[in-house]
């Protein structure tokens, strides 16, 4: 039995000890947005937080989470990066998406204000096929700009 956090709920979860956190979060605990793409951790399509750190759930053995905090992106929102990725129309297709947003989102804790290359190389480890990265560059970088205060 391992104990942890998801999305700041307390879970208990009696899956195999080496079983990916993928599976007991797609098929255990209903979360869908972390994708599978590759199985390897190399695409970026399921990464995580997991106490602060972006990491591909593919390859996350759920016996290394004990005691720890998972954020998944349905316990993300809001924040400023989904907001940018919507204003910039960053996604295409979506697939890649959660995993950039959940990275992005951790860059931001970060380094409050990157630029666009700390976004690309932050960004380096996730494959986007439809070839929106230069948008999804912008949408990080526009959800670091400090917000203007409004005069109401």
Same mark, same amino acid.
């Given at each position: 039995?391992?104990?942890?956090?998801?999305?700041?709920?307390?879970?208990?979860?009696?899956?195999?000890?080496?079983?990916?956190?993928?599976?007991?979060?797609?098929?255990?605990?209903?979360?869908?947005?972390?994708?599978?793409?590759?199985?390897?951790?190399?695409?970026?399509?399921?990464?995580?937080?997991?106490?602060?750190?972006?990491?591909?759930?593919?390859?996350?053995?759920?016996?290394?989470?004990?005691?720890?905090?998972?954020?998944?992106?349905?316990?993300?929102?809001?924040?400023?990066?989904?907001?940018?990725? $919507? @204003?910039?129309?960053?996604?295409? =297709? +979506?697939?890649?998406?959660?995993? #950039?947003?959940?990275?992005?989102? &951790?860059?931001?804790?970060?380094?409050?204000?990157?630029?666009?290359?700390?976004?690309?190389?932050? $960004? @380096?480890?996730?494959?986007?096929? =439809? +070839?929106?990265?230069?948008?999804? #560059?912008?949408?990080?970088?526009? &959800?670091?700009?400090?917000?203007?205060?409004?005069?109401?």
């Amino acid at each position: 039995m391992t104990q942890f956090l998801v999305n700041g709920v307390p879970r208990q979860v009696a899956a195999d000890p080496d079983t990916p956190l993928l599976y007991v979060l797609r098929n255990e605990l209903g979360l869908m947005g972390a994708r599978f793409g590759c199985g390897l951790g190399l695409c970026g399509a399921c990464f995580v937080h997991v106490d602060g750190v972006s990491v591909p759930s593919c390859d996350t053995p759920v016996w290394s989470l004990e005691g720890k905090s998972v954020v998944t992106v349905e316990g993300l929102t809001p924040h400023p990066v989904q907001q940018a990725f $919507l @204003d910039e129309q960053a996604a295409q =297709c +979506g697939f890649c998406v959660t995993g #950039i947003v959940m990275t992005a989102a &951790a860059l931001l804790e970060r380094d409050p204000h990157p630029d666009e290359t700390a976004v690309a190389t932050a $960004l @380096d480890r996730h494959l986007c096929r =439809c +070839g929106a990265q230069q948008r999804m #560059i912008r949408a990080v970088v526009q &959800a670091g700009r400090p917000q203007e205060a409004s005069d109401g």
